[in-house]
């Protein structure tokens, strides 16, 4: 018999089929070592889950070994379990939180070491795999203009930035951190920065914080002073090719994998983001941090339904609660303004790949993380202060997740997705993987690496994390990912409120 469900856990109540199941075919999964069959009593399509056990009205749907939902009507084995029969349980985050003692974040030591990989020396922090020069807008009046500076230099790469102006102090501090993180990036060689001239953070204001920040060479321009679009492109484009030929310059350099920062982010999930593509990447995150180098995990609402788990992981207690309370501030911000995270949480993408809470995507979402502990928690776009696993504080969406964590500092990120994306970065290139066969075979000209073998049992996700280790090591060292290739550039600034 040919297995077409999977278990996650022995005390689950379903189990996730990998293949298609019509009505009155049988479903087949592996407890124990031993098949176990049923009859499905609807049609359960690919990634969807069906009961194996008789679940009441009310109680609770178990996956992963957790709770991912309360059922709204009594479920019989062989039915089909999804977002129109079970539902998000609020959280009681007050229970969660531990007492605190006062004892320090251990000292890490890597456990591996030996390998490394060439790139660029940077006068403070860790070394560029790529050396771009930069062309940034200092709001969005000036964000054409650095598109078309960026066109007529080789090395030159630029963002499209969609705000800068109109802007409440908070939302002003937070694009602040954003442009100069993305200055900072190690990736980064030289800045040109294209300003309109009346934004609320000027080209010369921004030059100066970002030169207070950096050593790297920083010019900027402001469109109204230079006496139009065309004279700041063409004053734009000199400065911006001297930089370049300097760039040119510069020799790749041997690092210690130490030196490595990766981001990871998640987007357009399926069940098959929780059974394969972040449990391969949570072991190549262990991988990294095992020789020294630095992770970071973010999206913090998707952390919510696991992140009683995640905080398990924290080094201190101190820690652990701040995992609780982000997510416990996450809600109370939104309920603020009448929302509810669990309106667009999972998205109708999500549903649609059988992930039915948010709590279920959750608990799949936060394996990308490994199991290293977490040693520091950030709040967006903060420079991280210590080596090994940390997590950041950032929206769902995954656009301006990748946004705030490229603007940290990561060199690299691995994107997991079911659906699939075509999403990219000009900054850190963006290396996208999926455990979901026919996304890979569909979008294969997005995708960069296919872990749909765990789902099949051809290889386990630690043997597929080994290879997805290699890969970044390949991409530190110069290779290009699909969508670095294409050129594409995706940023999304968070906002903390309307513009004014």
Avoid at 7 to 35: F, P, R, W
Avoid at 69 to 74: E, M, N, P
Avoid at 182 to 189: G, I, K, L, S, T
Avoid at 491 to 498: G, M, N, T
Wanted: glycine share 10%; net charge negative.
């Amino acid at each position: 018999m040919e297995i077409n469900a999977l278990l996650m856990n022995t005390n689950d109540n379903i189990v996730v089929c990998v293949k298609d199941v019509a009505l009155g075919s049988e479903v087949i999964y592996s407890q124990d070592g031993q098949h176990c069959t049923l009859i499905a009593k609807d049609n359960i399509p690919a990634c969807h889950k069906v009961a194996i056990k008789p679940i009441e009205k009310g109680a609770d749907v178990l996956k992963y070994g957790e709770r991912i939902g309360r059922s709204t009507c009594a479920i019989e084995v062989g039915q089909l379990v999804n977002h129109n029969n079970i539902y998000s349980v609020p959280r009681d985050y007050e229970s969660e939180l531990i007492e605190e003692t006062d004892e320090e974040v251990p000292q890490f030591v890597p456990t591996k070491s030996g390998i490394k990989f060439w790139g660029y020396r940077r006068t403070e922090g860790r070394p560029g795999i790529r050396n771009h020069v930069l062309i940034l807008p200092g709001c969005a009046c000036g964000s054409e203009t650095a598109r078309i500076v960026a066109s007529q230099v080789r090395g030159a790469v630029n963002i499209i930035f969609n705000t800068g102006c109109s802007d409440v102090a908070a939302n002003t501090a937070m694009s602040q951190k954003i442009l100069t993180g993305f200055a900072c990036n190690p990736n980064v060689y030289g800045v040109v920065i294209i300003g309109l001239g009346c934004e609320t953070v000027g080209h010369k204001q921004l030059r100066e914080k970002i030169c207070a920040m950096t050593s790297k060479p920083v010019v900027s321009f402001g469109i109204q002073e230079e006496g139009g679009t065309l004279k700041t492109i063409e004053k734009a484009v000199r400065a911006a090719r001297e930089m370049a030929a300097q760039a040119g310059m510069q020799q790749k350099e041997l690092f210690d994998l130490s030196e490595l920062f990766l981001g990871i982010e998640c987007g357009g999930s399926d069940a098959t983001s929780g059974i394969g593509s972040n449990p391969a990447v949570g072991e190549l995150s262990d991988l990294l941090v095992d020789h020294g180098a630095s992770t970071l995990l973010s999206e913090s609402i998707e952390w919510i339904g696991g992140e009683h788990v995640l905080a398990r992981r924290a080094a201190t207690t101190k820690l652990h609660n701040e995992v609780i309370k982000i997510c416990r501030d996450y809600e109370d911000h939104l309920k603020a303004v009448g929302q509810d995270c669990r309106a667009g949480q999972p998205t109708p993408g999500n549903k649609a790949g059988g992930l039915s809470t948010l709590d279920e995507k959750s608990l799949g979402c936060i394996r990308k993380g490994g199991t290293r502990p977490i040693v520091e928690v950030l709040q967006q776009a903060e420079r991280p202060t210590r080596q090994g696993a940390i997590v950041m504080d950032t929206a769902g969406y995954d656009i301006s997740s990748v946004t705030s964590m490229v603007a940290a500092g990561c060199q690299v990120v691995i994107f997991t997705t079911g659906r699939g994306t075509p999403t990219g970065n000009a900054i850190a290139p963006v290396m996208k993987v999926t455990a979901n066969e026919r996304t890979y075979r569909c979008m294969e000209d997005n995708m960069d690496y296919d872990l749909s073998p765990i789902v099949r049992g051809e290889k386990s996700y630690q043997a597929m994390g080994a290879e997805l280790f290699d890969e970044i090591v390949a991409i530190a060292n110069g290779k290009l990912t699909k969508a670095e290739a294409y050129g594409f550039s995706d940023i999304a600034v968070d906002h903390v409120c309307r513009f004014v």
